[in-house]
Nanobody, 126 residues
Framework: QVQLVESGGGLVQAGDSLRLSCAAS????????MGWFRQTPGKERGFVAA?????????VYADSVKGRFTISKDNAEDTVYLQMNSLKPEDTAVYFC??????????????????WGQGTQVTVSS
């Protein structure tokens, strides 16, 4: 059983920074990709960023967060991070961590991920 637990969300002002963490139990799962998605009420869950868990390939970002967000990983701690800088009100969403078995050109697609965390709320006030 793979478990993903997000933390680090909260209420911040526009321009502030937050760092999200995703603690993953991956000992029995051959994860190749770790991703972050976000969702607001009434909208589909959208891609934010992804990183190759086993190395190889540059991180991938949604255009809306490129240059502001950074995804990173600590394999020893089985943890993935999302550093979010220069936050905007439109970044307000529930952020989800996800794990998938492949690293490939479809990595932005939700269907590429098998496991999901419960989400953490990020609220950015103007």
């Amino acid at each position: 059983q793979v478990q993903l637990v997000e933390s680090g969300g909260g209420l911040v002002q526009a321009g502030d920074s937050l760092r999200l963490s995703c603690a993953a139990s991956l000992r029995t799962f051959s994860a190749y990709a770790m991703g972050w998605f976000r969702q607001t009420p009434g909208k589909e869950r959208g891609f934010v960023a992804a990183i190759s868990w086993r190395g190889g390939g540059d991180p991938v970002y949604a255009d809306s967060v490129k240059g502001r967000f950074t995804i990173s990983k600590d394999n020893a701690e089985d943890t993935v991070y999302l550093q979010m800088n220069s936050l905007k009100p439109e970044d307000t969403a529930v952020y989800f961590c996800a794990a998938g078995p492949y690293w490939g050109p479809q990595i932005r697609e939700r269907s590429e991920y098998d496991y999901w965390g419960q989400g953490t709320q990020v609220t950015v006030s103007s």
